[in-house]
Structure formats: structure tokens, C-alpha cells
């Protein structure tokens, strides 16, 4: 020990200059591999005084604060900005701005209406989701115990440095990683940091240097909570140092993936804007040929070109993502993210974690076995005298998590545990130890014990007692002798004591699955979506259960076997293996990646630290709100605040729902937007006057684009959806078969329209106003027709339509809106339309009935005979 660790009063200039070349040393590598004292030595601190303080201020100087960087959070300009930055968008505003030049001024402000709605729907839901994680976020381990310049004192955790000596106790967190001096009964939850799922006992001696974070029993880490017993230890690390730094780095530094949906509008709208250019040029060439006049084929062509922008794309799929999050968030699911919400219904493989995730991380006792002779009662009596936890009226646990076990073990069984304790007083007691393995209590002549069965059982006496625990060993489950008897009638060694003791029986206790789990992992198999469990917990007890939850348990593959894996032999593991046990984080994070890399459309869940960087690689990074650490929510996509598995299931019928609904309100859309380019199209092509022009076209896109279309996004998941394999990756927005329907639906619109044109004006010998009315009347009615065609693929479109209050609602509001727009002189003007006759009415509804009588009509026949192949591909 140096001179200047024991005098803090030595601040002298040389002192500080023969200290600054050593800042190194306060630093140590592998401190749970040394002795105590090298550790000290190494940090050159006094055990006995403490840190003086001008040393403090001159090693956070060098060390930083003891606090992790929170990340930082999307300004609100940042999410304003995000909101505009799709290809759609900036089409819209290249639509707005060709208004402004050629001088359609009204057709200018209608658009910018619709960008200026969808982007204040984006921009509202994103930033309430951010303000709801605000809330969610809470300080850790604020306080801290510490020795310096021979005074005890209480702190702030974060002014913590690398030297100082932090003593712990029952209930703290630990607010550094500490090397442990002393430790009194020391026990310390870590499933946070390591996945554990049972408390760790700690000792002072070192292990060697090569033992996984789990297993050093030296060290507190950062985060973690003492269940039971006190310590005293050593900082080692602070802030970004500690463990709980390192995983909070690797998860900053991991590349989040786009979102399918969010690639897919972005692949679709540069697939738009080429045709959109294509098409305007085809036009303005088209107009030069027949020696049109420039301007006029220049405003048509402008014109059009506006009309196959879908003006309401944008604004439903963010109100589709908006009420699906929503919903979600009814079923304790806050999503951070909107993709996100859809992103799980391509989810094909879900990585759980173990504790906390597919189980409470909370200790029950599921099996009892007891001695010849003994009623189960005196058990639970002796179980209950003979322990130190509690539970606080608002039922948190307080102590060792067995013996919360035994607590509850004995409620379940009608005993007022509290009562007892009052009435049985205790006298004496031999407190836990670690390496004697046993407790006992003595109140009122009576000894009250438990310990490891090998410590209470003798192998000839209770043979029968031994292969019970043997057989619960086997099955992962933690087992605990409890015993009883007259207690010494002269104070002896403690061994006196445990020899007056007699078995009672033993239990065998384990971190059971959620009930809930166990069905969510079934629906999602038969969803085609595979489970796989990954923790840092032991492989018996993964193994065990993986296979209570129904998930292949044959071998459970370790971390040590994973390091030793090239990615080739990896990617044969993941495919033929569902457990992954004692796995570090950076060992996590590869095989998430390993999964993505065999086509897996990720969701990661997990509560702890140690889940933070797989959360972030993930497609879909889910988080435990009630039980888990700040970095994992931060890392995560998606947090439940019920932490229930089955939430998953539920997210992903969610997310499937909400694709089906994309797609049909894309086809929807999209068809419409066809229909209107091929009845311009083809007239001028013609040589005729333009069927439907200006603020006609745009009317109808803003109405046919966002209200029946919206009604087709809050279509109820169909009873198929979580019984159909997930679709693919690379799957489309559109696929060939939806894209298929959007030519045959939109040409079949588009030709009936065009024959209400060709007959209002080559045989009714009408003039071109009422020609052009004509011809709206039979491509809107058409199309809102049509919803129909785009509720499902297979059978009738009517069937179930009832289930959708919403659909009947958007007919309604629609027909109003066009009556409005036919029935009010001023708003007619404004449109250019005028008037029709009954009989004009008669063959422009009769038109527009065409095509849904005609699709309905093939599907229905067509549903007879139709094999699966024939379904599959139509659902496509």
C-alpha cells in the first residue's frame, strides 16, 4: 500500500505528479481473478481509510461520472423532418409545385392540404410515443454507501469513482462493479445483467480469469440488486466502464434494419415516380405527334400526372400503423416505433429470452416430497419460522428469492405466515451461510432448519428422501431440505443443534413459464413463426423449460460451444436447435445475426442489460416495461408493460392484420388510380376530349383515396391470420397477385367509365359538360363498388362485411360527399360538372355495377373447384 493512499492529507505537487503517470493502474484487468488485497494494491487505496478527496476529484477527472450517456432523443424537428422524407411525399410536393406554374392554384392547395394532414398524423403519433417512453424511465441505484478519508457517508452513486469502498445490503442496487472484500450471507440478483435466474451467492475468494460474468462470485456489477445478507468491496469500474457500459456501447453501436413496410412505400413510390415521368412524357410526345397545342398537352400531361399520385397513401398507411398501435397499446404493448407495428407481422422467428420473459423470474415451489410420517402442514410451518424474507402489503417480495418461495409456498397452503412468526418467537438462531449450506432457527424449544439436502439428509437414512431430490435435480429444479426437532437443552456449537434436527421433506422450487407463455408458444407455431430461447441462465434449467413451453429441448447449446463455432457450423446449430443457454451478450448479438442471415425476420425479447444489443439488431426489438432496465427499453421497438409473452402473439395477429389491410386498401387505391390514367389515356389517344379533367380528378383522389380506403385498413383480423405461414422477407407491399387484381379491377372500371363516355357523347348526343358528368358518376360509383372486390380475394367480398361498421360508414360518407358535389350549384360549378336525367342516372349506375357483378360472379365460381395452390396464390 502506497504512502499516499494511507495519508490523505499528502496533496502536495509532487504527490499529484507522482500519481498522474499511475491513472492507469485504477484500471484493473480480470479483478475477479486476484486476491482482495492485489486489488487494492492495484488501486492504490487504503482498506482501512478509504479514498481523501482531492484523489476522488482527480480520478473522476480521469474516470468521467459514474453514469451511462443516455441516448439521445429524436428532437421534435428531427421527427417533423422524417414525416416528409418519403419518395410519395416528395412527388406530392413536385405536384404541388406544377399546380403553382401552370396556375391550377386550387388543385395546388388541395394537395398540400393532404400533405400537410398526413404529415401532422405522423408527427403526433411518433412524438406521443416518445413522450409515453419518457415516462417510462426511471433512476437506478442513486445512493450509495462509501468510505472515504475514514468517514462513512452517503452519496451520489454517480459521484462514485474507481477506489472508493461501497459497502451493500439487503434491498440496495449496486451502484459500480465492485470487487467483493467481505461478505456477510451475500447474496445478489443478476438476472438483469446475466440472465440468472436463481440469486447468486457471493464469496471473497478469486476465480480464474477466464470465468463468465455468471459465474465470478467476487463481483457485484453495476445494476444488479442485493437480495439478501451485506457486503463490503472495492469499485473497479464506473460509468462506461462497468459491464453495464460495455453492453450499453455494443447495443448503441448495432445497426437498426428498415422496416419492410417502410422499404416497401419507398421501393413503390420510386417505382411511381418513374411511371409518373414515363407517362408525362409519353403524353407531351403523344400531343406533339397529333400536333396538339404545347401548353394545353403540357397542362394535361401535368395534370395526369398528379391524378396517379395516390394523394392518400401516405395518410392511411400512417392511420392504419397509428390505430394498430393503438390497439396494441390497449393490449399493454407501447410501440416506439410505427413500422414496427407491421414489421411483426413478417416475424417468422421470436428469440425470448428465459427469465422474466418466458417466465415471472419469480421462485415457486411446484414439488413436495415428504419424510415417512410427516404431515405436510409441519413442513410449511418450519419453512416459513426458519426464514427471513417477507412481502410487503402491496405484495413485493423482500429477501432471498427462495425464501420468497417458501413464503408464498406456505400462504398457498392456508397458513398465516405473519401470525406464526408473532406466536413462534425466536431465541436463537444459526444464520446462513454459504459454505455451510444450512439455517436454523430455535423458538420455543423447538429447532426449525433447512439447507442443501446433502447438508441435512443422510444418504442410509433417507434413501428415499436423496432419489426424490435426485429425480428433481434432474428436472432443473432447485431442491431444499426442511427439517425439524427438540432443541438442545444446553447451548452447544452449532452442529448440536442440526443434530437434533429431523427431515421433514423436501422441496423442489424453480422459475416456472408464464401459463400464458405455454398457449403463445403453441399459436405461434402453428402460425409458422419459431421460437427460440436464449439466455445466460444454466442449460438443465433452459432445457427444462424449453420443454415445459413446448420448444425442442434435446440439447441446449452453450456459450463457451458458441465461440467455438465458425459461422458456417453456426447456421447448422440454429437450424436444429431451439436452446441456447450461458450466453453473453455479444454472443446473443450473433446469433440474432446468424438468424437474419437464413432469411429470419427477427423479434427479440428480454428485460435484462445483457438483452440491450440483440434488442437493437433485431427487426422487432420487444422489452419487458414493469421489469426491465432502462437500456433494454431504450434498446427496443416495442414494450410490453404487462410483460406477458402472449402479448407477442397477439402483436403479430396485429401486424399480419395490418398487412392484409395494406394490401387491400392498396389494391383499392391503386386500382382507382389506374382507372383514371387509362380513361384520360386512352381518350386522348383517341383524339377526344379528356373524359374527367382538373379538380374532378383531384375531388375523387382525396375522397375515393382516404375514406374508403381508410375502412379497408380497419378490416378485423381474419380467423385465418395467425394459422397462415408469415410471408416472406422480400415479399412486396404489392405482390404479383395483388398487383394482378389492380390491372384487372382498375381496367375494368376504366372500361365502363370509357363506355359511359363513348355513349353519353356518340350516342345519347350529349354535350361534353354532361358527358363529363356522366362519365364521374360511373367511375366513382364503379370504384366505391369495388370495395367489395378488395375486401378479400376468395369467395364473396360481401361475406363478413357486417364485422366492419366502419366500411358501411365510409360508403355513406362518401356517397354525401359526391351528392354534395352533384347536388350544390356552387360546389358543381367549381367542378365543371352539371346536372344528369334519370335516364343519364339509369345507364351510369347499371355501368358502374359491372364490374363488381363480374369479379363476384368468377370468384364465386370459381371457389368450388379452387385447390389450395389456387388460394395461396390469390392471397398473394
Known amino acids: 500500500m502506497s504512502a499516499s493512499a494511507r495519508d490523505p492529507g499528502n496533496t502536495s505537487a509532487s504527490h499529484v505528479r507522482h500519481q498522474e503517470p499511475r491513472a492507469r493502474k485504477w484500471r484493473v484487468e480480470a479483478p475477479h481473478g486476484l486476491a482482495g488485497v492485489d486489488v487494492l494494491a492495484r488501486l492504490d487505496v487504503d482498506p482501512e481509510r478509504g479514498l481523501a478527496s482531492d484523489e476522488v476529484n482527480r480520478r473522476r477527472a480521469v474516470a468521467g461520472r459514474n453514469a451511462l450517456a443516455m441516448p439521445t432523443q429524436r428532437s421534435s424537428w428531427r421527427i417533423l423532418l422524417d414525416q416528409v422524407r418519403s419518395v410519395v411525399i416528395v412527388l406530392l410536393a413536385a405536384a404541388v409545385v406544377a399546380g403553382l406554374v401552370i396556375g391550377e392554384t386550387l388543385e395546388a392547395a388541395a394537395v398540400a392540404v393532404v400533405i400537410i394532414a398526413n404529415t401532422i398524423v405522423g408527427f403526433v403519433t411518433e412524438l406521443r410515443a416518445l413522450r409515453s417512453m419518457e415516462a417510462l424511465r426511471h433512476l437506478t441505484a442513486t445512493r450509495a454507501d462509501v468510505k472515504r478519508q475514514d468517514r462513512r457517508e452517503e452519496i451520489d ?17 449496486v451502484p459500480a462493479d465492485i470487487r467483493v472484500l467481505e461478505a456477510e450471507d451475500l447474496t445478489v440478483e443478476e438476472s438483469a445483467l446475466t440472465g440468472e435466474s436463481e440469486a447468486v451467492v457471493k464469496t471473497v475468494e478469486p476465480v480464474p480469469r477466464d470465468t463468465p460474468i455468471a459465474d465470478r462470485t467476487n463481483m457485484l456489477y453495476s445494476g444488479t440488486t442485493v437480495r439478501a445478507g451485506r457486503g463490503r468491496g472495492v469499485v473497479v469500474a464506473t460509468g ?46 403523344l400531343g406533339l405527334v397529333r400536333g396538339l397545342d404545347v401548353e394545353e398537352v403540357i397542362e394535361v400531361a401535368i395534370a395526369l400526372a398528379v391524378a396517379i399520385v395516390p394523394e392518400g397513401l401516405p395518410a392511411v398507411a400512417t392511420l392504419t400503423l397509428t390505430v394498430g398501435m393503438r390497439r396494441m397499446a390497449r393490449a399493454h404493448a407501447l410501440v416506439r416505433r410505427l413500422p414496427t407495428v407491421e414489421t411483426l407481422g413478417s416475424t417468422n422467428v421470436i428469440a425470448a429470452d428465459k427469465t422474466g420473459t ?120 432447485r431442491t431444499l431440505a426442511i427439517g425439524a426437532g427438540r432443541a438442545p437443552a444446553a447451548s452447544g456449537d452449532d452442529n448440536q443443534v442440526f443434530d437434533a ?13 408464464r401459463p400464458a407463455a405455454v398457449d403463445a408458444v403453441r399459436a405461434c407455431h402453428r402460425a409458422g413463426i419459431r421460437v427460440v430461447m436464449i439466455t445466460g441462465d444454466q442449460p438443465r434449467t433452459a432445457a ?44 446473443k448479438l450473433r446469433l440474432v445475426r446468424a438468424l437474419q442471415a437464413t432469411g429470419g425476420v427477427v423479434a427479440v425479447t428480454g428485460d435484462g442489460v445483457n438483452d440491450a444489443p440483440a434488442l437493437r439488431q433485431a427487426d422487432v426489438g420487444i422489452a419487458m416495461g414493469r421489469t426491465g432496465t432502462d437500456v433494454a427499453r431504450e434498446a427496443a421497438d416495442i414494450v410490453l408493460t404487462t410483460d406477458d409473452f402472449s402479448t407477442i402473439e397477439h402483436a403479430i395477429q396485429e401486424g399480419r392484420r395490418i398487412f392484409a389491410n395494406i394490401r387491400r386498401f392498396g389494391q383499392f387505391l391503386f386500382s382507382w388510380h389506374l382507372s383514371v390514367a387509362l380513361v384520360v389515356t386512352v381518350a386522348l389517344a383517341l383524339g377526344l376530349d379528356a373524359p374527367i379533367v382538373g379538380l374532378m380528378i383531384l375531388w375523387n383522389n382525396l375522397i375515393i383515396d382516404v375514406i374508403p380506403s381508410f375502412a379497408l385498413a380497419l378490416e378485423p ?43 353519353a357523347s356518340k350516342v345519347m348526343n350529349l354535350d361534353l359538360d354532361h358527358a363529363r358528368t356522366m362519365t364521374f358518376v360511373t367511375l366513382t360509383s364503379a370504384q366505391l363498388l369495388a370495395v367489395f372486390n378488395a375486401r378479400t380475394n376468395i369467395g364473396s367480398g360481401f361475406r ?28 358543381r360549378d367549381l367542378l365543371d ?28 365460381v370459381r371457389a368450388w373447384p379452387a385447390s389450395d395452390t389456387v388460394r395461396a396464390r390469390e392471397r398473394s
Open 157 to 173: 452513486a454517480v459521484e462514485l469513482v474507481p477506489g472508493d469502498l461501497v459497502s451493500v445490503e439487503a434491498g440496495d442496487q
Open 240 to 285: 462506461p466502464a462497468t459491464e453495464v457500459g460495455h453492453i450499453a456501447d455494443l447495443a448503441a453501436s448495432t445497426d437498426t434494419g428498415q422496416a419492410p413496410l417502410k422499404a416497401g412505400l419507398e421501393q413503390l413510390g420510386r417505382i411511381l415516380s418513374l411511371v409518373v415521368v414515363g407517362l408525362a412524357a409519353a403524353l407531351v410526345g
Open 358 to 477: 418466458l417466465t415471472a423470474n419469480e421462485m415457486h415451489v411446484v414439488e413436495v416430497a415428504l419424510a415417512d410420517g410427516v404431515d405436510e402442514r409441519a413442513l410449511w410451518q418450519s419453512a416459513v419460522i426458519c426464514n427471513d424474507a417477507d412481502i410487503s402489503p402491496d405484495g413485493t417480495p423482500v429477501g432471498d428469492p427462495t425464501e420468497v418461495a417458501l413464503l408464498l409456498g406456505g400462504q398457498a397452503n392456508g397458513l398465516d405466515w405473519r401470525t406464526l412468526r408473532v406466536e413462534h418467537t425466536r431465541r436463537a438462531e444459526v444464520p446462513f451461510d454459504s459454505s455451510t449450506k444450512r439455517m436454523a432457527v430455535v423458538t420455543d424449544g423447538t429447532v426449525h432448519a433447512k439447507g442443501a439436502p446433502e447438508v441435512l439428509l443422510d444418504p442410509q437414512q433417507h434413501a428415499e428422501l436423496l432419489a426424490r431430490v435426485h429425480d428433481m435435480s434432474s428436472r432443473a429444479l
Open 501 to 513: 434436527v429431523d427431515p421433514l421433506g423436501v422441496v423442489g422450487m424453480i422459475d416456472p413459464p
Open 544 to 587: 427444462a423449460v424449453a420443454r415445459e413451453v413446448g420448444l425442442r429441448a434435446d440439447r441446449a447449446i452453450t456459450g463457451p460451444e458458441l465461440d467455438r463455432l465458425d459461422d458456417d457450423a453456426l447456421a447448422r446449430e440454429i437450424r436444429d436447435s431451439d436452446v441456447f443457454a450461458r450466453v453473453a451478450p455479444e454472443q
Open 717 to 759: 383480423s381474419s380467423d385465418e391470420a395467425m394459422r397462415e405461414p408469415p410471408r416472406s422477407k422480400s415479399e412486396p407491399v404489392l405482390g404479383a397477385g395483388t398487383v394482378r387484381r389492380i390491372l384487372i379491377h382498375g381496367t375494368l372500371v376504366a372500361a365502363v367509365a370509357l363506355t359511359a363516355y363513348l355513349l
Open 800 to 827: 363478413g362485411a357486417t364485422r366492419n361498421p366502419y366500411l358501411w360508414a365510409a360508403l355513406a360518407l362518401t356517397i354525401a360527399l359526391e351528392s354534395l358535389v352533384l347536388g350544390v350549384p356552387a360546389m
Open 833 to 860: 360538372l352539371t346536372t344528369l336525367r334519370a335516364g343519364d342516372w339509369a345507364v351510369a349506375l347499371s355501368l358502374a355495377a359491372i364490374p363488381v357483378v363480374l369479379v363476384q360472379t368468377v370468384r364465386i
